[in-house]
């Protein structure tokens, strides 16, 4: 009998901390001020896209040498903006995407250097996709847009 109340007692902690674990993993990570996007900023709240010229111009300026940078402002299911800076020093491009505004996600921010910029056109979309990346990424795609 006295086995049994102790099977019971261990079943009653592991569910109780399994509990636990899954709230905190479901809870958003920080809260941190609303971003304003700029004028210059190309933003993108869920395909409606705004200055998208800019990043044209951007891709432009690395083809010719031209420093430049540009930042990209894509929003969340949400509403929390995610932001990624590239900055071109006219031999590199450097990608910076910051993650620390969305409390749902991982809360980094990631560094990547490339060697170029590229627009991929399909009969479905168009992606902008960073080439020539010296560091690992699953995905160098910046920005896609449906047709």
Same mark, same amino acid.
């Given at each position: 009998?006295? !086995? &049994?109340?102790?099977?019971? $007692?261990?079943?009653?902690?592991?569910?109780?901390?399994?509990?636990?674990?899954?709230? !905190?993993? &479901?809870?958003?990570? !920080?809260?941190? +001020?609303? /971003?304003?996007?700029?004028?210059?900023? *190309?933003?993108?709240?869920?395909?409606?896209?705004?200055?998208?010229?800019? $990043?044209? %111009?951007?891709?432009?300026?690395?083809?010719?040498?031209? *420093?430049?940078? +540009?930042?990209?402002?894509? /929003?969340?299911?949400?509403?929390?903006? &995610?932001?990624?800076?590239?900055?071109?020093?006219?031999?590199?491009?450097? #990608?910076?995407?910051?993650?620390?505004?969305?409390? /749902?996600?991982?809360?980094?921010?990631?560094?990547?250097?490339?060697?170029?910029?590229?627009?991929? %056109?399909?009969?479905?979309? $168009?992606? /902008? +996709?960073?080439?020539?990346?010296?560091?690992? #990424? &699953?995905?160098?795609?910046?920005?896609?847009?449906? !047709?």
């Amino acid at each position: 009998m006295n !086995k &049994m109340y102790f099977l019971i $007692l261990i079943f009653s902690l592991l569910a109780t901390c399994n509990q636990f674990s899954i709230k !905190k993993q &479901m809870a958003p990570t !920080k809260q941190t +001020v609303p /971003y304003q996007p700029s004028a210059e900023d *190309v933003v993108d709240r869920h395909g409606e896209l705004t200055n998208l010229e800019r $990043l044209d %111009e951007f891709i432009s300026n690395t083809r010719t040498g031209t *420093v430049d940078e +540009v930042r990209l402002v894509s /929003y969340t299911t949400e509403g929390d903006a &995610m932001l990624h800076d590239l900055s071109y020093d006219g031999k590199q491009i450097h #990608s910076t995407t910051d993650y620390t505004r969305d409390p /749902y996600g991982s809360g980094r921010i990631e560094t990547v250097t490339c060697q170029g910029l590229d627009v991929a %056109e399909t009969t479905q979309n $168009l992606r /902008y +996709v960073l080439t020539g990346c010296f560091e690992h #990424s &699953m995905d160098n795609s910046i920005l896609q847009i449906e !047709k």
